[in-house]
């Protein structure tokens, strides 16, 4: 993982999974990490989040409750 900048709320990083790029945030305070929505669905072979959103799948239903819950971010 890389670290690219800060601001006053998270410390900003970017990372690679078989050869997709993987952008992540992390809470300074509380120390939770937030993955990219976009580089998930990448990951998951859609295109973007959009695509990603528009299917209907089990994965994808857990990941929109995670975006729903603020566990998963929509954009670094």
Do not use: C, P, W
């Not at 695509?51 to 729903?68: A, Y």
């Amino acid at each position: 993982m890389k670290y690219i900048h800060s601001d006053s709320q998270y410390d900003y990083y970017i990372d690679y999974f078989q050869g997709i790029e993987v952008r992540i945030k992390k809470d300074k305070v509380t120390q939770q990490t937030y993955y990219s929505s976009d580089s998930v669905a990448k990951i998951l072979g859609f295109n973007n989040t959009d695509e990603m959103i528009q299917s209907n799948s089990d994965i994808t239903n857990i990941f929109l409750d995670g975006m729903n819950t603020g566990l998963v971010i929509q954009d670094v």
